[in-house]
């Protein structure tokens, strides 16, 4: 069965830098867009970047995190990242990476992000 698991949160200071990881099984990894997503406390779920299958075409959707945040890719290891520099507190949010993008089929569980001093 098709599995996403984010992995790398936790607690940064504000200025600091994190990168989750998403290990996928269960489905061709390379055959497909990935995608990372968030919702921070008390709002609705924010579209954060895309990459495409080949790694090559990575995509920030949120404004507030351009520049800022890269999604990249090992597809031999089947593993989708997001590098996360100059953590902001309104980066705090739980993370999670999709399969596809536009629209979104399969999820992981999360992994907590907590940007605070």
């Known amino acids: 069965q098709v599995q996403l698991v984010e992995s790398g949160g936790g607690l940064v200071q504000p200025g600091g830098s994190l990168r989750l990881s998403c290990a996928t099984s269960?489905?061709?990894?390379?055959?497909?867009?990935m995608s990372w997503i968030r919702q921070a406390p008390g709002k609705g779920l924010e579209w954060v970047s895309s990459?495409?299958?080949?790694?090559?075409?990575?995509?920030t959707h949120a404004d507030s995190v351009k520049g800022r945040f890269t999604a990249s890719r090992d597809n031999a290891k089947n593993t989708l990242y997001l590098e996360m520099n100059s953590l902001k507190p309104e980066d705090t949010a739980v993370y999670y990476c999709?399969?596809?993008?536009?629209?979104?089929?399969?999820w992981g569980q999360g992994t907590q992000v907590t940007v605070s001093s």
């Open positions: 990459i495409d299958t080949s790694g090559v075409d990575s995509r």
């Open positions: 269960g489905f061709t990894f390379s055959n497909y867009f």
């Open positions: 999709a399969k596809g993008s536009w629209t979104f089929d399969y």
